[in-house]
């Protein structure tokens, strides 16, 4: 019985560790800290940029993205653009094709093979001239000064990676929008302050990131999540990760579940693909207690989920106190059917919502962990619907 409360406790406290301990750590040692203090300034030569696009089915949205970037600030002759088209079957080239003859630094690779946005972008990168990369996806729009709060980092040599800072927009509250964003913008702040500790920033959000070229790693073409394989490559190379805040870009938020669901699953089986690749790093002082912490023991959540579940309703068995956790669980266990159930009457809470957010996310990470003990031979994966 004292094995079983232990092994009880020691789960819960780790689901708890890696959603509230760990930031509320983070909040207290970061209250100080100003990150990053070498950068460019305004009156600097800046270095040559190359934002590299891998587009797939993007007739929505390759417009307006070709147009943010150059409404920016940064300095023309000192930018290039290069889009490849991972075989699309839509107006997606035709509109690129458009814009070509205004733009001279605009580049445009028309693949008619589908091999997914890893193989795209490590051919892009190749044929890149800048010094400095900002990998972004088509979906993802840029604010005027987004380009230079990404570059101006690169004048500290320590610095191999900065993330942008993902701002959502397109919510409604009939769907899980507003929890994404929730999910999102926590998430963006506990990078920032891992990275204003110690540059152990955890992986950046794959819709845009800054990166020196000579410290690309090209991505196997199987890899399913490759902003946290090229973020990890960092650290080996004893560089530091940060995110910057200032660095503002825009985003359709996801607002179906099923949708979302997928992804997150998809997602969830290139995070255990890569945990098995980087496990090493997980000895690294700083860099261990954040790779831990934000990401392992999340990954590992829905196992925690179980476990304390399993063995609660031994204890329930033996004590009140054990019989009254048991229930608790079980409650929280049944309100994402409640939530269905309200919705279903066109009735919509918030916090219920979140609830079925979480235990979706730890749904997918479960299904995500079996997916990938097979072996996975593709690094294609269908695109989110956004504007939904």
């Known amino acids: 019985m004292v094995v079983l409360a232990v092994i009880f406790w020691l789960s819960v406290y780790l689901i708890f560790h890696s959603y509230l301990f760990y930031p509320l750590i983070l909040e207290v040692l970061s209250a100080n800290k100003k990150g990053n203090k070498l950068k460019y300034g305004r009156e600097d030569n800046f270095p040559v940029v190359s934002v590299i696009i891998s587009a ?38 035709e509109i690129i094709n458009g814009y070509l003859p205004q733009h001279s630094n605009l580049r445009f690779w028309d693949f008619k093979e589908r091999r997914g946005k890893q193989s795209v972008v490590n051919d892009l990168v190749l044929e890149s001239t800048g010094s400095i990369l900002i990998l972004t996806d088509a979906n993802v729009m840029f604010d005027t000064s987004t380009i230079f709060n990404l570059v101006r ?33 926590r998430e963006v702040h506990i990078k920032n302050m891992e990275g204003r500790l110690w540059g152990t920033m955890m ?38 990760a940060i995110n910057d805040l200032d660095a503002r870009v825009f985003e359709d938020v996801s607002n179906v579940l099923k949708d979302e ?52 309703a031994f204890l329930a068995m033996h004590s009140q106190l054990y019989l009254a956790l048991l229930v608790m669980q079980l409650l929280l266990l049944s309100l994402p059917l409640l939530d269905f159930l309200l919705k279903k009457a066109n009735i919509h809470i918030k916090p219920l919502r979140l609830v079925t957010h979480f235990y979706a996310m730890n749904l997918a990470l479960f299904i995500g962990f079996f997916r990938s003990l097979k072996k996975i031979r593709s690094g294609t994966w269908d695109r989110t619907r956004r504007n939904q």
């Open 56 to 93: 797939f089915n993007e007739e929505e949205v390759i417009a307006e993205k070709i147009e943010s970037i150059f409404a920016g600030d940064y300095p023309v002759d000192k930018l290039e653009v290069l889009i490849g088209s991972d075989r699309s079957d839509d107006r997606t080239a």
């Open 153 to 185: 980092h690169f004048k500290n040599p320590e610095i191999g990676l900065v993330d942008s800072n993902m701002i959502n927009k397109g919510l409604k509250v009939e769907g899980i929008s507003y929890q994404e964003k929730a999910y999102i913008s």
């Open 203 to 240: 992986g950046p959000f794959g819709g845009c990131y800054s990166i020196r070229k000579e410290d690309y790693s090209k991505v196997p073409p199987n890899y399913l999540v490759d902003d946290f394989y090229i973020n990890m490559k960092i650290f080996e190379k004893r560089k530091k």
């Open 261 to 312: 669901f997928r992804r997150k699953v998809r997602i969830a089986t290139g995070n255990w693909q890569n945990l098995r690749t980087f496990a090493h790093l997980l000895l690294r002082k700083h860099l261990g207690f954040c790779f831990w912490s934000h990401k392992v023991l999340r990954w590992k959540g829905p196992f925690f989920i179980l476990t304390a579940l399993i063995i609660n």
